[in-house]
Nanobody, 125 residues
């Protein structure tokens, strides 16, 4: 089992920045690729970004490319999502998730084994 706890969400004006953190505990964090997903009210959960177990490779949804950056610190068992140039349409509950290392490019939420409880991000216009 891997337990994931997100933090860092909040209310920010359009154009602003936030950094989300996801702290892991339980099994060896570096064994897993990690992803961030988001779900807005009335919408399906969507992929945001993912990162390989080593942190050397990452993958982004087109909607956040060049604005968001995913990173990880295996020594701290933590994955981050730096979000810049935020837009009102980025408003959602953001959740981190863990999957097997070979699936680091997976955008399919069903392929992720462990999930955090989510953190709310609200971007005002």
């Amino acid at each position: 089992q891997v337990q994931l706890v997100e933090s860092g969400g909040g209310l920010v004006q359009a154009g602003g920045s936030l950094r989300l953190s996801c702290a892991a505990s339980g099994r060896t964090f570096s064994n897993y690729a990690m992803g961030w997903f988001r779900q807005a009210p009335g919408k399906e959960r969507e992929f945001v970004a993912s990162i390989s177990w080593s942190g050397k490779s990452s993958y982004y949804a087109d909607s956040v490319k060049d604005r968001f950056t995913i990173s990880r610190d295996n020594a701290k068992d933590t994955v981050y999502l730096q979000m810049n140039s935020l837009k009102p349409e980025d408003t959602a509950v953001y959740s981190c998730a863990a999957t097997g290392g070979v699936r680091w490019r997976s955008t399919d939420s069903s392929e992720y084994y462990y999930w955090g409880q989510g953190t709310q991000v609200t971007v005002s216009s």
